[in-house]
């Protein structure tokens, strides 16, 4: 029995809803996910499927935060407060040793400085903890000579450029994020949840595996990266468990800016359709030139973490099957935000349910697409 589909659309998205019925309907396991998406300044799709998940159900967004994180980090480019040519040593003096101090804001906001974990890794309560975590890495040997390669810093890049921020405006990340960001347009998309909202909160779900023997790797698929355990934690014993990591209740509270952020789809659609101006006729926060230069391809190449390749802008994911434009973040249990300037849609999903560990989910292509579609029907 498939997944009953709840909420609205705006008269031309209906297709957007049918594929996200399709998908639903289809699903082995309900995966208690939400859609929203931004259009001309307002909200066109507001979708949610799940015995358990409503509209304003929050819960674990994992690395979409990146998004929220970088968007902060932008805005103090914009604003003259970083300059991404500069050594972050001039402004973080500890972050030196083994190369750190030749590396630039920029190369650091683009996953390369080789800093993604420590050779003991984090326990939960440290990797809750973005203050911590940049003290330890400060002078840390980097697992690669920084500058010269990139990777995914996938737990530890909001530590790493929230110490900026703390440096230029002697406030956390978090801080300028919720003052600058999140309460001018009441956003359910936090950087460490109010007590007050616990209530809301529903926990992220373990993948559930479809009936019949396991399946075995994809033929041709890639290997496994040898740094890639490194960087999701799980090089220390035990291994982090990314469900737990999710759901640890000091992670809610302290919201780390790498994968620690908890929301909705309407949360997430909203910051960025509040990026690029599509939110409520208000002006962007992104300049025109600001946004352009976030999206652009900053690393050519494989990740040395992932098995990717030409994949970040300056900290945002590239959005191919949206365009060149276009800049968001996924996160690991299948969701996926994002913004194109070009066509003025923010896009924002969510799922609790665990679709297979690490990116978004597949059905995020066919969405996409449909949201597209009728965008260009306009």
Avoid at 35 to 51: F, N
């Amino acid at each position: 029995m498939g997944t009953q589909v709840h909420g609205t659309v705006a008269a031309g998205w209906e297709p957007v809803r049918e594929e996200f019925a399709a998908f639903a309907a289809a699903a082995e396991h309900s995966p208690e996910a939400q859609l929203a998406v931004h259009h001309g300044g307002r909200r066109v799709v507001d979708l949610w499927a799940g015995e358990d998940t409503g509209p304003e159900t929050l819960t674990g967004v994992y690395s979409i935060s990146k998004g929220a994180a970088h968007l902060v980090v932008a805005l103090l480019v914009q604003d003259g407060l970083l300059d991404l040519e500069r050594p972050v040593s001039a402004y973080w003096p500890e972050f030196t040793g083994h190369g750190k101090e030749r590396l630039t804001v920029r190369q650091l906001v683009a996953h390369q400085s080789g800093l993604i974990n420590t050779e003991e890794g984090f326990d939960y309560d440290e990797i809750a903890d973005d203050a911590l975590i940049a003290a330890r890495l400060a002078g840390a040997r980097p697992y690669w000579e920084p500058g010269t390669a990139y990777g995914y810093h996938a737990f530890v890049i909001g530590a790493l450029t929230g110490e900026l921020v703390r440096r230029v405006t002697e406030q956390s990340l978090q801080e300028v994020y919720e003052e600058r960001i999140r309460a001018p347009y009441g956003l359910d998309l936090y950087l460490g949840l109010p007590r007050a909202l616990e209530g809301r909160w529903k926990p992220v779900l373990e993948m559930l595996a479809p009936p019949g023997p396991p399946a075995g790797p994809a033929e041709g698929a890639p290997a496994v990266p040898e740094l890639l355990p490194v960087a999701f934690n799980a090089h220390r014993e035990p291994p982090m468990d990314l469900v737990v990591f999710a759901n640890h209740p000091r992670v809610r509270e302290l919201g780390p800016a790498s994968a620690g952020g908890v929301g909705t789809a309407r949360g997430v659609a909203g910051m960025y359709a509040a990026a690029i101006g599509a939110a409520d006729g208000r002006p962007a926060l992104l300049e025109p030139g600001t946004a352009a230069e976030w999206a652009r391809l900053h690393t050519p190449g494989d990740d040395r973490v992932t098995p990717e390749s030409d994949h970040f802008g300056l900290g945002f994911e590239q959005q191919p099957a949206v365009g060149p434009r276009a800049f968001g973040h996924c996160g690991a249990s299948g969701g996926l935000g994002w913004a194109d300037p070009s066509t003025g849609i923010a896009y924002g999903y969510v799922r609790r349910r665990f679709a297979f560990p690490g990116g978004p989910a597949p059905e995020n292509k066919r969405l996409t697409a449909a949201v597209l579609k009728a965008a260009r029907a306009r």
